[in-house]
Nanobody, 121 residues
Framework: QVQLVESGGGLVQAGGSLRLSCTAS????????MGWYRQAPGKQRELVAV???????NYEDSLKGRFTISRDNAKNTVYLQMNSLKPEDTAVYFC???????????????WGQGTQVTVSS
């Protein structure tokens, strides 16, 4: 059994910052890519950023320069630092991880439960 638990969402004024965290736990052999996605009301889920186990990153183009993804492999945790937040960043943010499960030796896709980020104007 593997779980992803997110934290750090909330309500912030435009121009403010938030830091999201997501920690994986359970029968983990290794974690490959980890990432953040978001889904605004009435819209499809979209990629925010991903980071490989080696630290290579990829961002949705419009978020480059404002959002930073990082990870602590020792803690099985991925972070998303969000600066200069705008009302259009309001969404539920989901953590994703591609995890090789111990004793199964297969990679599975896991999702967190989502954390709400609301940016007021």
């Amino acid at each position: 059994q593997v779980q992803l638990v997110e934290s750090g969402g909330g309500l912030v004024q435009a121009g403010g910052s938030l830091r999201l965290s997501c920690t994986a736990s359970g029968s983990i052999f290794s974690i490959n890519a980890m990432g953040w996605y978001r889904q605004a009301p009435g819209k499809q889920r979209e990629l925010v950023a991903v980071i490989t186990s080696g630290g290579d990153t990829n961002y949705e183009d419009s978020l480059k320069g404002r959002f930073t993804i990082s990870r602590d492999n020792a803690k099985n945790t991925v972070y998303l630092q969000m600066n200069s937040l705008k009302p259009e960043d309001t969404a539920v943010y989901f953590c994703n991880a591609k995890i090789v499960v111990h004793s199964v030796w297969r990679e599975y896709d896991y999702w967190g439960q989502g954390t709400q980020v609301t940016v007021s104007s």
